[in-house]
């Protein structure tokens, strides 16, 4: 275990909402040193910086507000290997039309949908419970020639992986090029993970996603061990 | 493709788990963690944890066990049995519970269920009604594992949950659970209907042909499961455990047997059955290959 104090020390940022104990864990699992923290210094000083949550949007913003931590979220993830999980992916974008329009942290060009907004449903009047509770599979985007997510974050995963959604909302980011995997549920078709400069960001929950959501992780320490 | 969840449901006395008949009757399975282990290994989609006596003292001892789980096990965990408070569900979470289950204490307190979704979000939150069909077909809503009458109506409290913020309800038939005859379909499929939440079927699985049957005609979108799994991994495992003084152990020492009603059955099993009714879910290619 003293090994562990040389490990990369990943900063998990704390909102206040959603079960950053899983993340943790999923990181101690694979290696990485991780610390739950709201401090702007911890953040700053760390290796690297995930952003998880569940819950609403609007609050997530005012919490990130509240604790002074949007502008060292819009640095760091621009200058350290940086995973948006969830809503913490959802944060990343422009805004959101969660009840009334909010404005994310901007970081990424594009938008956050409900998936029951009458402009996505198409008129297939397919009955989706909302929120989507489950597993479902992930599949490439048609957009690059690359080796399956070979040197992302995804490296090592199948097409058509399984992984553990919880979520009404998606992102629908400007930039179609930085979609890294589509997901389907019912009729509508949504970016479940994207590669935007050093950002990671996936809708789904890597670290309740069995051996397979871990992959990512150990992604994400051989980044720094390879 | 969207999938249906298998779920084992694992209800723990102390550190013991147990099954009941009616939510009554507890015999002593063995130590929880480990059939958590074994079922996180061959394809849980998800599982429950329910202290099944917390309602009686008014608190949650499983907190060092859900600790313990977590660190070891990375699909969803839901916690419930005895919550009480916005501090109880934070406890929970705090030792690595995905989600809660409440019944009793959100009843009591529906603005429970606002405050703890507001706070946590829709998603952390399953509301798990217990019902009994009344000699009039409607089915009334219980609480305390089954012991206390509630007056509600559950098809109206179920919407009402929904309503309050709640992610999912898990709906358990008191009439069919633990006894191996099937699920109630009817209720599932009352309550799955009209509420746009997701539903979890709980309570009566025999069969793995049950199973498909919540989905299909249920309607459920997840399937939560304890005896048939329990049974079949007792009979493959050995004894090993040291059990408390606590709770009737009796029938492990003497035969490792269940009931006749209960199929003897795997969680590969039961997802090569729902395949093969083209019902999707969640599955590895090799297990389905050697299972």
Known sequence: MAKLAESPRVAIVDHGLGNLFSVRHACNKVGLDAEITFSKKDILHSDAVILPGVGAFGDAMQSLRKLDLVETLQETALTKPFIGICLGMQLLMSESCEFEKHLGLGIIPGSVLHFGSPVEQDGSG????????????IYKAENSDTVLWQDTALDGLSNNEFMYFVHSFYVRPEDPEVILSYTKYGNIEFCSSLKFRNIFACQFHPERSGTQGLKIYKNLLSFFTS | ??????????????????????????RVLGKP??????????????????????????????????ERTSKEIFIPLTVGGGLRTIDDIRN?????????????????????????????????????????KKPDGTYEAYTDNGRERTGVDALRWAQQTAELGAGEVMVTSINQEGTGKGFDLELTKKISESVPIPVIACGGAGTTDHVADVVEKGKADAVSIASILHYNFIRHSKLEDDFSDEGNIEFLTKEKMGFSKIQDTSLNKIKKTLIQKGINCRYSKEEMIHG
């Open chain 2, 1 to 26: 493709m969207n999938t249906i969840r298998i779920i084992p449901r694992l209800d723990v006395k102390g550190p013991n788990l147990v099954k009941g008949i009616h939510l009554e009757g507890l």
């Open chain 1, 126 to 137: 397919a009955q989706l419970k909302v929120p989507q509770i489950g597993w479902n599979s």
């Open chain 2, 92 to 132: 929970v979470l705090r030792a690595g519970a995905d989600k809660v289950s409440l019944n009793t204490a959100a009843i009591n307190n529906p603005d429970l269920i606002k405050e703890a979704s507001r706070k946590y979000g829709s998603s952390t939150i399953l509301i798990s009604i217990e019902a009994i």
């Open chain 2, 33 to 66: 963690e480990k059939f958590a282990r074994y079922y996180y290994e061959n394809g849980a989609d998800e599982l429950i944890y329910m202290d099944v006596v917390a309602s009686l003292y008014g608190k949650n001892s499983l907190v060092d066990i859900v």
